[in-house]
């Protein structure tokens, strides 16, 4: 496949390897029962003796006035994505404490497994019918329950929902637009949005121009999750192109990427991306229900980046928005497009700036101590001192070969 199909030189063999292992993950999970009145797609497309799972749409048909149905199905070991992304080792570092992520989607539901009692949600915020923006937010920040192998990156991270999309998940320039700037007006410290708009306003600017002004990190897909109609073949696919807010300055994209570590097929290309990170048959968790779900996308992938985000946030607070988004990028695993690396991330030791070849600074000497009397005065008696003691022994000297020679007079006589 052309385009952004990443050819990983160390990141493709983290992936491989698990591919492997996700049939029997699945194997090991629960079956559920086939449902027609709900979708469902395997977690891979190459797993299909595993558990169905309910999709979760990017958006819904609005004729079909029905909302996305709960799940009673969990699986019960980690997933694929968590497991090549190692995140239980860099929540070994942090889980994100302290730190708040804008989630500009769908809405989050508040009660949702494993974010209830850390979703900030009011209004049509907290009224998600589709069930994506709650799975971003369980992707960035659930916590593990009884039952399920899944957890978010930063399960101790809160959420504040904003909506950037209609009831169906149609978004709008002008509905992000808004979502931003209120996530960012609620304290956000990063900020996640879903959408991948073909056409940049002067609204959707502002609000990204107001973001970086504020260090808040956005992060967003660098390409929309499905491709438009009428291209379902790579022959016929449009060329790459660019997509908003994901393309605009300070904004951190990221492509979608499966277990093996290539673009899944028949996806929309992005002119550029920042990251890759994974996006196809990822395991998270809905708007209703205990059981888990499967989604696909760049804004899946654009989520995990998210998670990463708010764990160095968390573990290193002094480094600013844009520092954090180089930081991701150094970090991530060689590839033309650099893979995610949430552990590398908050250990490497990065260099540090190489300071400017200015000349030495010419060197002092001290100055000559002030002239005291007290040192010749010591070296005079000193001096005096040595002195008498050579005349006193030259004298006893002298005394006894006196004596020598009187007595050696007197044996003679």
Do not use: M
């Given at each position: 496949m052309s385009g952004f199909r990443p050819a990983y030189e160390s990141g493709a063999s983290r992936l491989s390897v698990l591919a492997p292992l996700l049939g029997a993950v699945l194997a090991m999970a629960p079956a559920v029962s086939a449902s027609a009145a709900a979708p469902a797609a395997t977690p891979s497309a190459s797993a299909s003796t595993g558990p169905q799972?309910?999709?979760?749409?990017?958006?819904?048909?609005?004729?079909?006035?029905?909302?996305?149905?709960?799940?009673?199905?969990?699986?019960?070991?980690?997933?694929?994505?968590?497991?090549?992304?190692?995140?239980?080792?860099?929540?070994?570092?942090?889980?994100?404490?302290?730190?708040?992520?804008?989630?500009?989607?769908?809405?989050?539901?508040?009660?949702?497994?494993?974010?209830?009692?850390?979703?900030?949600?009011?209004?049509?915020?907290?009224?998600?019918?589709?069930?994506?923006?709650?799975?971003?937010?369980?992707?960035?920040?659930?916590?593990?329950?009884?039952?399920?192998?899944?957890?978010?990156?930063?399960?101790?991270?809160?959420?504040?929902?904003?909506?950037?999309?209609?009831?169906?998940?149609?978004?709008?320039?002008?509905?992000?637009?808004?979502?931003?700037?209120?996530?960012?007006?609620?304290?956000?410290?990063?900020?996640?949005?879903?959408?991948?708009?073909?056409?940049?306003?002067?609204?959707?600017?502002?609000?990204?121009?107001?973001?970086?002004?504020?260090d808040v990190l956005v992060v967003a897909p660098a390409a929309p999750d499905t491709a438009p109609e009428g291209t379902s073949t790579q022959a016929s696919a449009p060329p790459p192109a660019s997509y908003w807010p994901g393309s605009a300055n300070g904004v951190l994209s990221v492509v979608d990427v499966d277990i093996d570590g290539e673009r899944p097929d028949d996806v929309p290309q992005p002119a550029r991306a920042d990251l890759a990170a994974p996006g196809e048959g990822i395991t998270g968790i809905g708007p209703k229900g205990t059981g888990n779900y499967v989604a696909n996308g760049a804004s899946v992938a654009a989520a995990f980046v998210a998670g990463t985000a708010a764990l160095v946030r968390a573990h290193m607070p002094k480094l600013t928005a844009a520092q954090t988004a180089a930081r991701l990028k150094a970090t991530a695993a060689h590839a033309s497009v650099p893979l995610l690396d949430p552990s590398g991330a908050l250990s490497t030791v990065l260099p540090t700036t190489v300071p400017s070849a200015a000349p030495d600074a010419p060197l002092r000497l001290p100055e000559a101590a002030p002239t005291s009397h007290i040192v010749p005065r010591a070296w005079a008696l000193a001096g005096a001192s040595l002195l008498l003691g050579v005349l006193a022994a030259a004298a006893m000297a002298v005394t006894r070969l006196r004596t020598s020679r009187r007595a050696q007079r007197g044996g003679r006589a």
């Open positions: 799972l309910r999709l979760i749409p990017s958006s819904l048909d609005p004729d079909s006035d029905a909302c996305t149905k709960a799940s009673k199905t969990q699986v019960g070991s980690a997933p694929w994505a968590q497991l090549s992304l190692d995140v239980a080792q860099a929540n070994g570092y942090t889980q994100g404490a302290g730190v708040l992520v804008g989630v500009v989607d769908t809405g989050v539901a508040p009660q949702a497994t494993g974010i209830a009692g850390r979703v900030r949600a009011s209004g049509v915020a907290a009224q998600d019918c589709v069930g994506h923006g709650t799975f971003l937010a369980g992707v960035i920040a659930a916590s593990a329950v009884p039952g399920s192998g899944f957890a978010g990156v930063a399960p101790k991270a809160r959420i504040v929902a904003e909506r950037g999309t209609d009831q169906w998940g149609r978004p709008s320039a002008d509905l992000v637009a808004q979502g931003i700037e209120a996530a960012v007006g609620a304290g956000a410290k990063v900020v996640d949005v879903s959408a991948a708009l073909p056409k940049e306003t002067a609204q959707l600017r502002a609000a990204i121009e107001h973001a970086t002004a504020e």
